[in-house]
């Protein structure tokens, strides 16, 4: 079988399926592209990413780009009885909801705050809610646990987890809440975590 390759950059959403790997504790190839120097633009990297857009990840016949996506993949392959919930299990609608919440719903809402940026407005039209809103959100589902499905750690908080720590230290928009910020504390402090944030 063909080692996984993981396309990379730092500072991307790399970091996510870069967690997610040490902590499944996979062997992979690790393909760091540089943004600058435009590799994420080659004719080699398009015919992996169409878009041209880090992270992707090849495993055997699998093309899988969309960090959620890569999250959920490898969770399930890999480790489903402990990162992920299979289908069929009572927690596994809850699981899918936070996994595709962060991406989908929260972090468009941190980058149109931090870039000052309106979007679709009271169209009726914005799949994603005001920032204020999402925090809330966020602020009552973490409340009084550990992990955002209790007191089990899986690939929900890898990605909720990088999406809150991006909103909160790397473009902070979201306010310093003792509740999102003990849930990253605690999450940082993952060993698999500290083995990226040395690639940092
Ligand atoms: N929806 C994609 C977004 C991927 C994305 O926008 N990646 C950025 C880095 S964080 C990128 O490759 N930017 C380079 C570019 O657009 O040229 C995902 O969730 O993986």
């Known amino acids: ?7 990379h950059a730092v500072p991307s959403r790399g970091f996510v399926v870069h967690w997610l790997l040490e902590e499944l504790g996979l062997d992979y190839e690790l393909n760091c592209l ?19 857009k880090v992270p992707a990840l090849v495993h055997d016949t699998s093309v899988l780009t969309e960090t959620a996506a890569i999250c959920l993949y490898l969770a399930e392959t890999f480790d489903s009885g402990r990162l992920a919930f299979p289908v069929g299990h009572a927690d596994r609608g809850a699981f899918l909801r936070w ?21 679709a407005g009271d169209s009726g039209y914005q799949p994603f809610a ?3 809103e999402v925090t809330q959100v966020m602020i009552a589902s973490l ?8 007191d089990r750690f899986t690939a929900a908080d890898v990605m909720l987890g990088s999406t809150i720590n991006w909103g909160l230290n790397l473009m902070p928009v979201l306010p310093q809440h003792p509740v999102l910020v003990d849930y990253w504390a605690r999450l940082a402090q993952r060993p698999a975590w500290q083995v990226v944030q040395a690639t940092m």
């Open 1 to 7: 079988m063909a080692k996984i390759q993981f396309y």
């Open 34 to 52: 540089d943004l600058e120097a435009q590799e994420h633009k080659t004719p080699e990297y398009l015919a992996v990413n169409p878009l041209g």
């Open 99 to 119: 996994l595709f919440f962060a991406p989908v719903t929260a972090e468009p809402s941190i980058i149109m705050s931090a870039l000052g940026q309106q979007g």
């Open 130 to 132: 005001d920032l204020s």
């Open 143 to 150: 409340s009084g646990r550990d992990f955002i499905l209790g």
